[in-house]
């Protein structure tokens, strides 16, 4: 699959580069480049992980409730970062754990572009009347 427009793009993913390359309630996939996105230190600052780990995660919740015509609100996010990242661009994959009427939990793992694992995040959404 490809971007759904109905879900807009907002300011900090333009910002920071984010793309959404593939969408459903189940799987949601988007890229983020490494440049313009790091700390101090030379490498991926761990708020950008989260910024991927919480849109991907959103969009999918979005697509979950749309059906009925509710929205995903986030209540929960954690993240845990395995190794730094220095250059190129990022993958994270959002894959659903729960998705029932009122909550939507997913696992999102971030790779860097040699398919190491550089952070595992979680993110549960409710929903919400649009």
């Known amino acids: 699959m490809t971007e759904v427009a109905v879900i807009p793009r907002g300011e900090l993913e333009n910002r920071i580069g984010l793309c959404v390359t593939e969408s459903s309630p189940h799987r949601v996939v988007g890229t983020l480049p490494v440049e313009g996105n790091t700390q101090p ?3 991926l600052h761990g708020g950008a992980s989260c910024v991927l780990a919480e ?3 959103s969009v999918g919740a979005c697509l979950h409730f749309a059906a009925d015509g509710g929205i995903a609100v986030g209540t929960e ?3 845990t970062h395995h190794r730094p990242v220095r250059g190129g661009t990022v993958t994270g994959v959002a894959t659903s754990v729960h998705l ?3 909550h ?5 793992v ?4 040699h ?3 550089i952070c595992t995040a979680r ?4 929903r919400a009347a649009a």
Do not use: P, S, W
């Open 41 to 43: 230190f030379g490498v």
């Open 55 to 57: 849109t991907l995660a």
């Open 77 to 79: 996010l954690n993240a």
């Open 100 to 102: 029932g009427r009122t």
């Open 104 to 108: 939507a939990t997913y696992e999102i």
């Open 110 to 113: 971030v790779f860097d572009q």
């Open 115 to 117: 398919g190491k694992r």
């Open 123 to 126: 993110m549960t959404c409710v």
